[in-house]
């Protein structure tokens, strides 16, 4: 890794001064208390990956949220799952690059067995995902992402760095805002069209204020994506 900010804190350091973590050298520290506050997240991706492996997402489908027992976290963060996944898995070839985080400059790779596959038996809704899939032009997904009920779906970084739990919510929430906010009004409330509003300076910005509305609400271990990339 060669940015220099503490993972924790994300204040900019020297690169001489932050400590790798010992477990998976993958995060930089600038203190003992950034590194120790971050644990609790830190600890599900802590571990040695194989040259093989990336760290990707598993995002529920609506039955599989509704099975998780109750929890006081909000249901976007309850459908968003930590998972390990080889290189050589179907999202890497079949998955579809979702082509609104590729404008904002954090591409992402999105896989469901029943859109990819056409495994519909268990098909269940999975909203977020398909809130992933949109079209920059129009907030529209393609229509098989509408009318194939996309069940459980994988979501990776195209360039195969660790995809984090806050990073994934982040953008599923610019994506929401966006279809309500800016797809959903006509042009005569003012917005411009809605690819004007997916751009690399956006997307930081919105996600600077996400995460401090998290805390706000009471998520003191919501860690800031400044730096996704
Ligand atoms: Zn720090
Ligand atoms: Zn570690």
Known sequence: MSASFCTSCQMDEDASTLKSCSGCSTVRYCSKECQSEHWKIHKLMCRQLKPDEVWGIKLLCKRELAALPPSPEPDIARRIKHILLKKNHAVFTKGDLCPATQA???????FSDGVHLG???????????????????????????????????????RDCKPLTREAM?????????????VYGY?????????????????FPL???KYYRDQHELGRKQFKPVYRPL
């Open 119 to 157: 495994r519909q038996g268990k098909g269940s809704e999975n909203q977020p995902a398909v809130y992933l899939r949109i079209e920059p032009e129009d907030g529209f997904a393609p229509p098989n992402w509408q009318m194939l009920d996309p069940d459980d779906c994988i979501v990776v970084r």
């Open 206 to 208: 919105f996600y600077r």
């Open 186 to 202: 006509p042009e005569e409330h003012g917005w411009p069209p809605g690819k004007e509003h997916i751009t690399r300076a956006a």
């Open 169 to 181: 919510e982040a953008c599923y929430a610019f994506h929401a805002m966006l279809m309500s906010d």
């Open 104 to 110: 904002y400059g954090f591409p992402l790779l999105i």
